[in-house]
């Protein structure tokens, strides 16, 4: 499984984004998951899907402003980010996994893209 994200870039503070994340191989029953990493930080969970979508989860620090959402006839994971915080700048993953627990164990993906990076100006 390859993952390609793309839509990262430099926003103001309030603004918006819509990350993807291209996925090709098998990833069929594949939870797909969005995950951060800010410089000097350790990479942290942000969102995560089940393959059907009837199971989503988010960090506390992002509800209610980004959404995740997928296409699997294009084999495809978005993460729509709105009210951009300067706080939400870093390099942002999509990552795959089998299995139906721990959607936000980040040791438990076996599958990583190479990251987009989301810059949010104040």
């Known amino acids: 499984v390859q993952l390609v994200e793309s839509g990262g870039g430099l926003v103001q503070a309030g603004g918006s984004l819509r990350l993807s994340c291209a996925a090709s191989?098998?990833?069929?029953?594949?939870?797909m998951g969005w995950f951060r990493q800010a410089p000097g930080k350790e990479r942290e969970f942000v969102a995560a899907?089940?393959?059907?979508?009837?199971?989503?989860y988010y960090a506390d620090s992002v509800k209610g402003r980004f959404t995740v959402s997928r296409d699997n006839d294009k084999n495809t994971v978005y993460l729509q980010m709105n009210s951009l915080k300067p706080e939400d700048t870093a390099v942002y993953y999509c990552?795959?996994?089998?299995?139906?627990?721990?959607?936000?164990?980040?040791?438990?993906?076996?599958?990583w893209g190479q990251g987009t990076l989301v810059t949010v100006s104040s």
């Open positions: 899907i089940s393959w059907s979508g009837g199971v989503i």
């Open positions: 191989g098998r990833t069929f029953s594949y939870v």
């Open positions: 990552a795959a996994r089998r299995g139906s627990r721990d959607y936000a164990a980040i040791a438990l993906y076996d599958y």
